[in-house]
Each structure stands twice: as C-alpha cells, then as structure tokens.
C-alpha cells in the first residue's frame, strides 16, 4: 500500500503510516511526470499541498488511486467532487493548521502598525549613516487597541484570530454565510478562559467604512472572482490596512496597488499571490506591502498536526 506524499509530510504522519503498514514516498515528482509515476508505483494515495494539482485528467488516468489527501484546508487545486463521483476518497485537514495562520495574521497586524516589515530591511543598509532619517519615516506608527479589526471569513482561523485581537483590546467584526452568534474563549494567564460573543454579519459592504484593518480567510468567490476589488476599495476608509493570508486572488491585485498608490490602503499584508509561485514583482518589491512566501500554515506543530490527521484518515479509509 504505497503513499506518494508529492508536497512532503511531517515525520510524525510518516511514523504513524508505516506503522500501520503502508509505505510513505516524499520525493515529489514534477506535475508532467506525476500521472507516468503513478501509474508506475501503483501508488493509492496521493497527498498534495498547494503546489500539486489533481484535475479530472489525472484522476481519469489513475484508476488506481483511492485516496487524494490535501495538507490544509482550501482544496481549489483538487476537483474534488469529480474525484468523490469516481469513488475516490477525498480528505483535507481544516483544523490542523488554523492557530498558526491566525499567529501569522495577528503578527502581520503588528507589523502594519508599526511598519517594521520596512524597518527591518532598511536598517541594515542606511541605520549608520541616517538614524535620524529613519526614526523620523517611522515614527508614525498605530497602536492596535481600540481599533476594528475586520475578518472576512469566520470559520476555524477567522475565530483563532478574532480570540487574539480581542484578547488585545481590539473589536472585531465577523463576516460568515450566515448570521450567527459565535463563542470566542480568550485565554488570559492568570484569570483562566473568558468567553466573547461576537454576532457575524453577511454582507461585506455594509462594514467596510468601519474597520481599520481587514483580514481575508475565504476562498474566491465561485464564480472564480475576487473578493476585494476596486468597488470594495471605494467603500473602506481612507488608511485602512488589509492583510490576504488566504488565497492568491482573493484580493484584486492592480486594484490593490492602485489603492496603495492613492491612500486609500495604508498598507498591505501578502502571504499568498495569484501567480505563484512566480508573484508579481511590483507587488514584492512594493514599500507599503509586507510580503511573505505562502507560509500561513508552516511552523512544525501544524505540519505534525497535518501529517497525523491526514495519517488518520488514510488508515480509516483502507482499514475500516
């Protein structure tokens, strides 16, 4: 029972696969070969991160895979319900990764504020000689208290994040698909766990004028669109700062730069590009964009705790 883990797994997922007597494979095969090396190894399963894709062409010539397996939460490389109408199970791991792409959001929200994703990159080469210069362009930092934050997708990551920048002193604003009232536990060392209610809205445009920052945690919207463009621009207002640590896409990027360009957007927080894993220049070169490469859910307890849930689901599908 060969699994071909394309875009790697943690050891821990490993460990716990060939225990239960499957062989794991981690050398990742070019997507041109990968249907010819299936084929070959007579692989079952394929698991995939974002870099490998799984369309209907290479799910009908690989009649031999029963389980496809995506290492986060996002499927839109896999087609899915054409792969579950063949017979083929489908699994991705939602939970396992939503705390550290909340830290990297709320770090991103720190970063912004006091612009040190600049600072850190100018001080090595111009602190010497222009100190003074240097104080002075930031110098005009915010403090994220009593600021909104506004959090555009609240399932599992918009509410770790939601329960760290309230547990700051911040408001937030929740958009869902449905309205609903939603427990967010705060954890506060010393006083134990406090509960907060916050009650999600579903329409976009009706909160934009309120927030200072915005955070994106939802797919494309299914009709392969954006969901910030520059009639969603319009509506923020004037020094708000937004942070897509979601899907490449989501937010329009020439709509982006423009409203960097005009002031609209303060600043701007990328973990994730419409081109990867070639982005657009202009976007990683740009002054008021903290950029980073697609690491939301990359620390070592998520990939462990990605690698043994989708261990799980692999030995459930072919045990039971």
Request: charged share 25%; net charge negative; proline share 3%.
């Amino acid at each position: 029972m060969k699994i071909l883990a394309n875009d790697g797994i943690s050891s821990e997922g490993i460990e716990k696969l060939e225990g239960a007597g499957f062989t794991v494979v981690t050398e990742h095969v070019p997507q041109d070969k990968l249907v010819e090396t299936i084929r070959k190894e007579n692989y079952i399963g394929l698991l995939v991160r974002s870099a490998t894709t799984v369309r209907k062409d290479l799910i009908d010539a690989c009649p031999e895979l029963k389980f496809i397996g995506r290492g986060g939460v996002g499927m839109d490389n896999i087609d899915v319900e054409y792969a579950r109408s063949k017979g083929i199970t489908v699994e991705n791991t939602p939970a396992a990764s939503s705390q550290s792409v909340a830290e990297l959001a709320m770090a991103s929200l720190f970063s912004l504020s006091r612009s040190t994703y600049d600072s850190y990159k100018e001080m090595p080469g111009k602190g010497y000689e222009d100190f003074k210069g240097l104080k002075k362009k930031y110098s005009k930092g915010v403090e994220l208290r009593g600021k909104t934050l506004l959090i555009v997708g609240f399932g599992r990551i918009g509410q770790a994040l939601a329960s760290y920048a309230l547990g700051i002193g911040m408001k937030v604003i929740g958009i869902s698909l449905d309205e609903e009232e939603i427990e967010i536990p705060i954890s506060i060392e010393g006083v134990g766990q406090v509960i907060s209610k916050i009650k999600t809205t579903t329409n976009l445009n009706d909160v934009l004028g309120v927030a200072d920052y915005i955070s994106m945690h939802v797919p494309k919207s299914p009709d392969g669109k954006a969901v910030i463009t520059k009639s969603e621009f319009e509506k923020m207002k004037n020094g708000v700062r937004i942070m897509n640590i979601a899907r490449g896409g989501v937010i329009e990027e020439d709509d982006l730069l423009e409203a960097l360009r005009s002031g609209k957007v303060a600043a701007a927080a990328l973990d994730v590009f419409e081109n990867e894993p070639s982005p657009r220049k202009d976007l990683l070169q740009h002054s008021q964009i903290a950029n980073t490469p697609h690491i939301g859910a990359a620390t070592s307890e998520a990939q462990g705790r990605i690698g043994t849930e989708l261990a799980d689901k692999i030995i459930a599908t072919f045990k039971n």
